[in-house]
């Protein structure tokens, strides 16, 4: 049975969008649970899976999609990370989905899409060979566009516009780099990182450019980033998703993918690729949180924040450096669980009480308490407080940067914190010391129509992202985890 | 009589039948699409190695039908399409307004196409070609002119020259060979002035035929003026055959005159057809003009494979991407234009821009349309991804990095065009919707969608059926003795 897991982690949110497709509105309720039902499955196989991989198991699945090119999934333990960090944000951004529509128009669609990406996300995660990434990976592209297009207006069709000419054009770069790659040295396994001794330099660097340009369209790399903002006419639910775990983890992870499973860290030292990406991060770093700062729109700061954020990733895998690459990892799970908790923070204030703008958030904490407590987890992780999660983040980075002597890194992680700062404190002093306007509903008036699964799920990824800083050193951690990928293989 | 004459006599009674039986033809389709289907499906699951079949009469003097992977995989394709498009022109019958009489004459001709396709993808003689080439025209001539009669008539014109100069090739083959066998002319052929005149003018033929760049002007009117079932029909199934006659040729008779240069010409013209088609798709503002576009940039993509076939060492890729990708075209570009179809009998005018509101009022429908887009694109998963992944695989192998740019452009234009007809019926609407959807209306352009994306799925088994028999695989036909 066990040789299908990785099968049965692809048809289970399949089921659930043909489920949810196929079901007419006036069945909303069969929907959610069914959406709800296969979610926690999927949680309950993936914890099971954990433990296995722990012991040392690594599932498998393969089949000859064309003669000479396999379609494999592979549960290795960076797999695990990714597929993990989607599954349970994914459960809690359903519950969510279904508090923040109720009943809208579009709802079967919207669902389909929904599981059509996790299915997309899941599958980038397990990829065990460069075509069956780029197969899921375009398959998220496609299920990602009904999403962003979903309110229909002329704002969301043209983010939709953008959002297709960046994916589209990245994805077009990312497959000719990897097809040039494979006319040279053949199919590329993940797992068995391909001989590139016979290629020339000048080829390797070209391949490396054309697939991490690609790569860096979803994962928001200046200057590839400019989709993300635009994408922010989604609904809630959507941006939450796209931040935080789907389209732009995708993108960061292909990059942690290209570095250490195709060219590996020896190869990609040796071409002087590591430094340039290192740079190109951190200029991505500090131009998305001066552009953060510039915003007055609440999701539009938030969006420039996971520009500047994601790029914490990018900079720990190209910096070569075990620690380095502890925090780059770490990262991609520790950003997530923060982001998912900004951005549903962000639709229940615009749901709950029409609050957009930075300037309408005077006074949000004493009538919505709870959210602003979790916005503030969320925020204060963002600049790397203690003991919030992404402390840890840019701890081992910092480490990893002196480890791999590039000292100049620290500068950038401090000059991001303050900016991190710059842009996130003056929301929680708005939001906490500032007296409401008199317009605004009374906080009993909002406890008469409240909708307690709007708030929870934040509230719970909130003390998931203080749980994973607090307790960072216990091994299923995100940071014990990360630590053991980078131990299993990437210091060979 | 072996079950493989079958596959032209049914048509070939159907058509008789529909003929007597007036407007109870209709009724048909019910019968012949699930047994062409069978017929086809038992075809393609033959051994490879039963790939010649009908042969009571030896070579020279018999005719010769064979069944090698191309042949299979198109005979398959045009069962399929045939028949999904027949079961949703029995509930959506294609008729103008004040015209019930066309639906009558619809049938009498699907079934005369559907006979000269698949006897023209079976049979190996240029002569038996010719007769199918003038049947699939016919049928054609007349299914576009229910549609648009200037648009017909200009068709027929041009689909006359083309025969005419087809004709005129086979009859200089005859003379200087005494023989019209693909199969026995690949022995005999030699590179002198009548075969190379014959060659050229079969091809200039053959091209008009397909529909390739710059030969294309009569397609665009006359597929987009026609009713959607017969759109799908020409745009799937007749242009193709003109293709596949052209492999027999290029790659089968006279592959040892055909030089890189000429070859170089074709997947040049390929090239240009597929960034032209796609530029002029852009620039239609009538969705069915735009699908019809989208045909002269997908035709483009079989002949750019013609260069690719020919370079490479083991053109087993690149032949399977060509074959696949006239396979994939065929289901995407007829579930494209059925549902084009049904959308636009719901929206308010014929341009993109009217689209509004469909997404909400015909779901099922606009999922078709994406689906077939999806594979149009060359988007995974798909037979269209399947095939230009083979192709792209080719072109870079051989360093064809020009051709390689193109696939990879097409992809991006066809993007462009598709997704902004799909994002249009995203838009709210201004008035009002009456969806035209329901049972084989909707499930056949759905279906037919389906297995364009399917496609993608099996594509170890569809290279290995494309295999079959194919030209450069060695001779596979051990000829028999001549007969004393």
């Known amino acids: 049975m066990m040789t299908f897991a990785p099968l049965a982690l692809i048809l289970l949110p399949l089921a659930a969008a043909v489920v949810s497709f196929a079901l007419p509105e006036r069945l909303s309720a069969w929907r959610n649970a ?89 599958g980038v995660a397990m990829s065990g060979t460069a075509i069956t990434f780029f197969l899921f990976y375009e398959l998220l592209t496609l299920a990602t566009w009904p999403l962003v297009a979903h309110k229909g207006d002329e704002k969301s069709l043209r983010a939709g516009r953008i959002y297709l000419t960046y994916t589209l054009a990245g994805s077009v770069a990312f497959l000719a780099g990897i097809l040039w790659l494979q006319s040279l040295v053949g199919p590329i396994e993940f797992a068995t990182p391909p001989d590139l001794a016979g290629v020339p330099a000048l080829t390797l660097t070209l391949i490396f450019i054309l697939c991490i340009g690609g790569l860096g369209v979803k994962a928001a790399i200046f200057p590839f980033h400019g989709w993300l903002p635009e994408a922010m006419a989604a609904p809630a639910p959507v941006s939450a998703l796209l931040h935080a775990v789907a389209v732009v983890k995708a993108g960061a992870f292909g990059i942690v993918r290209m570095i250490y499973d195709v060219y590996g860290i020896g190869t990609v030292a040796e071409l002087g690729l590591g430094v340039p990406l290192a740079a190109l991060a951190s200029v991505t770093i500090l131009y998305g949180s001066v552009r953060a700062l510039m915003q007055s729109d609440l999701k539009k700061r938030l969006a420039y924040s996971t520009v500047s954020q994601v790029s914490y990733i990018v900079l720990g895998a190209s910096l070569i450096g075990p620690f380095a690459v502890i925090g780059g990892l770490v990262h991609l799970v520790h950003q997530g669980i923060m982001k998912i908790t900004l951005f549903m923070c962000a639709g229940a204030l615009a749901n709950r009480m029409g609050i957009k703008a930075i300037a309408d958030l005077d006074g949000a904490g004493r009538q919505m308490p709870v959210t602003m407590a979790a916005f503030s987890v969320g925020a204060l992780g963002m600049i790397g407080m ?43 002093y708005r939001a906490w010391l500032l007296p409401p306007p008199a317009d605004r509903p009374a906080i009993r008036e909002l406890a008469t129509t409240r909708d307690r699964m709007l708030i929870l799920p934040a509230a719970l990824t909130a003390l998931v992202s203080l749980g994973a800083g607090i307790f960072a050193s216990l091994p299923f951690s995100p940071l014990g985890w990360a630590t053991l990928i980078a131990e299993g293989g990437y210091l060979r | 009589m072996s079950p493989l004459d079958l596959l032209v006599a049914v048509p070939l009674c159907c058509m008789a039948a529909a003929l007597l039986l007036g407007r109870a033809a209709r009724g048909l389709i019910l019968l012949a699409a699930p047994l062409m289907a069978g017929l086809a499906l038992w075809l393609a699951l033959l051994p490879p190695d039963a790939a010649y079949l009908v042969g009571q009469w030896e070579l020279p003097l018999g005719i010769l039908l064979r069944a090698d992977g191309v042949a299979r995989l198109m005979i398959l394709a045009t069962a399929l399409v045939i ?10 019958p294609p008729e103008k307004p004040g015209h019930a009489a066309q639906a009558e004459t619809f049938w009498p001709l699907v079934y005369l196409l559907w006979a000269g396709a698949n006897a023209g993808f079976l049979t190996t003689d240029l002569f038996n070609l010719y007769v199918t080439l003038e049947m699939v025209s016919l049928a054609a001539v007349a299914l576009a002119a229910m549609g648009s009669l200037a648009a017909a008539l200009r068709y027929f014109m041009i689909a006359l020259l083309g025969s005419l100069a087809y004709l005129l090739g086979v009859a200089l083959i005859v003379a200087r060979y005494d023989t019209v066998d693909v199969t026995l002319l690949a022995q005999l052929a030699e590179p002198d002035l009548a075969t190379l005149m014959a060659l050229g003018l079969m091809t200039a033929g053959l091209l008009i035929k ?45 592959p040892a005159i055909t030089g890189p240069a000429a070859l170089q010409v074709l997947g040049g013209l390929g090239a240009a057809a597929v960034l032209y088609g796609s530029v002029q798709a852009m620039r239609q503002d009538r969705l069915k003009a735009l699908v019809a576009y989208s045909t002269v940039a997908q035709v483009g993509y079989l002949f750019l494979a013609f260069p690719l076939v020919a370079g490479a060492i083991d053109p087993g890729d690149a032949w399977a991407g060509m074959t696949l990708q006239a396979v994939a075209h065929m289901l995407a570009k007829a579930a494209m234009f059925l549902a084009a179809g049904l959308m636009l009998k719901a929206a308010a005018g014929e341009r993109i821009a009217d689209l509004g509101g469909l997404a909400q009022a015909m779901p099922l429908t606009v999922t078709a349309f994406g689906l077939a887009a999806v594979s149009l694109m060359g988007l995974p998963p798909s037979g269209g991804f399947t095939a230009k992944f083979l192709l792209l695989t080719a072109a870079i192998e051989q360093g064809a990095y020009l051709y390689a740019g193109v696939l990879i452009l097409g992809g991006l234009l066809a993007a462009v065009y598709l997704f902004g007809a799909l994002a249009a019926c995203f838009a709210p609407a201004t008035t009002p919707r009456t969806p035209v959807t329901g049972g084989l209306r909707t499930a056949a352009p759905l279906a037919l969608a389906g297995l364009a994306i399917v496609m993608g799925f099996g594509g170890t088994a569809l290279v290995e059926l494309s295999a079959i028999a194919a030209p450069w695989a060695g001779p596979a036909l051990i000829l028999p003795e001549p007969a004393p």
């Open chain 1, 34 to 122: 069914a959406n709800l039902g296969v979610a926690c499955v999927k949680l309950v196989v993936v914890t099971y899976l954990l433990m296995q991989a722990e012991a040392g198991l690594v599932f498998e699945w393969r089949y000859e999609f064309l003669p000479g090119h396999d379609f494999v999934l592979r549960l290795d333990p960076l797999a695990l990370l990714f597929v993990t960090l989607s599954v349970f944000l994914w459960l809690l951004t359903t519950i969510y989905a279904i508090a923040y529509f109720d009943r809208g128009p579009n709802l079967p669609r919207f669902f389909g899409f929904f599981n059509l990406c996790v299915l997309a996300a899941t």
């Open chain 1, 386 to 428: 203690p003991p919030v999660a992404g402390f840890i983040s840019k701890w081992y980075l910092g480490i990893g940067a002196l480890q791999s002597d590039a000292a100049w890194v620290v500068a950038v992680l401090a000059g991001s914190s303050l900016l991190n700062a710059a842009y996130f404190l003056p929301l929680l």
């Open chain 2, 83 to 92: 028949g999904a498009v027949g079961l949703h022109a029995l509930v959506e």
């Open chain 2, 210 to 254: 397909a529909a390739l760049f710059p030969m294309h002007g009569w397609l665009p009117p006359a597929h987009a003026a026609a009713p959607a079932p017969a759109s799908a029909l020409l745009s799937a199934i007749a242009v193709k055959l003109g293709f596949v006659i052209l492999v027999r040729l290029w790659f089968e008779a006279f």
